[in-house]
């Protein structure tokens, strides 16, 4: 892997340790955070396969258009879209008043 891939991985694994830290809380447990850092890990797994691919990386919280981005070297993922549509959500929406993850 390229220097820039493996940033990229050690960012998503940042993500993902916060997100399990997060979901062993035995008080105060925030599923706001846990969901905002599984879409950041996935976001960044995405973008690494995209660096690694030499594809440009664009500046976006929007899984699926990484995903649209990835799809001619990684056909077989299109089954991935409906819950990527859904993972965005948690980049931004839920990240201010109004709606809480469940």
């Known amino acids: 892997m390229n220097p820039l891939t493996l940033e990229w991985v050690a ?7 916060t997100a399990e830290r997060e979901l062993r809380a035995t008080t105060d447990l925030n599923l706001d955070a846990v969901c905002f850092h599984c879409q950041q890990c996935v976001q960044k797994y995405l973008k690494a396969r995209l660096q690694e691919a030499n594809i440009l990386v664009p500046r976006t919280h929007d899984l699926t258009t990484l995903l649209d981005l990835l799809l001619p070297i ?28 469940d």
């Open 11 to 17: 960012k998503a694994e940042g993500d993902r340790a």
């Open 74 to 101: 990684e056909p077989t993922w299109k089954r991935l879209r409906a819950g990527l549509q859904r993972l965005s959500t948690f980049a931004v929406v839920y990240r201010y008043p109004g709606l809480f993850a």
